[in-house]
């Protein structure tokens, strides 16, 4: 395996190595350790939709291993003039890109750049189907703060239809052995047929009872047909505060992948009490990003591979 893409595809020996990886590399990093590689990269970040902290913690992930980033955004460049998707990564390919860190609005587009370029492609979101690392990152912090993932019970709560976060997430939770399940209203669950390894629930706190780990997801409107929601309904029934967390284990800890809609997913004070992980999860967001970056260039094909 040379490309992470998906959660969905890897073993679940491979997801606990990425995550033992990446707490290997914050001890390394916290410690003040300097990382050399054997050799530095030239690694493209083509992001064609808005990110601030995935792709911030890719860059710091790649300086912090020696590696140098080439930035692309979709909106400055070619692809403006009418360039594909498969004309753009080729261009990058001669342009001596080594690996491509990919944000995309499609659905699919990182399994489309694997077919036209050599190195590793590391999935930094593909539409509304996987976004591996950001699942990685959330293990790892649950994992820090739980010391297991096995056996817990984990409700991802809200817009889990257009949230690749959710289906990364599910995947990798339910393989790592604890009990996933998604909660909110039904124009916002997949259909009970999605085949996703996760229970649904459509009133919270049925969904949030005796749960340890709450994860609130951002209401995705940018996806979303215009009307399907109304937003004050929403917060009435689905909002994660002080009262319906009740519903959970009263040592619950409440996540949130960011970007918030405060007062909407989540109360502020919630978002900013001592239940909150979300700042570690956006700082674990740069080990899991060096693990899987070490991990894409270690592979053999990659070493094969002549770009
Ligand atoms: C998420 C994304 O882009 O999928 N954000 C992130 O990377 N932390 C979630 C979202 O946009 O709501």
Redesign the pocket.
Known sequence: MIDLISIRELESETVQSLIDLAATFKKRIEAGERIDPDVRRTIGLLFF?N?T??RVSFEQAASYLGHKCVNFAGSGSSMKKGETLKDTILTLRHERLEAIVM?HQSSGACHLAKKFFPGPIIN??DGRHE?PT?ALADALTILERKKRIAGLKIAIVGDVSH???ARSNAWLLSKLGAEVRFVGPRSLLPGQTSRLPATVYYDLRTGLTDADVVMA??L?RERMESGTLAVGEYRRLYQINRSTLRAAHSDAIVMH???LNRGVEIDDLTADGPASTIHEQVTNGIFVRMAAIDWAFRSSRFAEAAL
């Open positions: 939709e990110s902290r995935t944000r930094a979101g976004h950001q949230s690749r976060v997801l951002r995705q992948p960011g970007p």
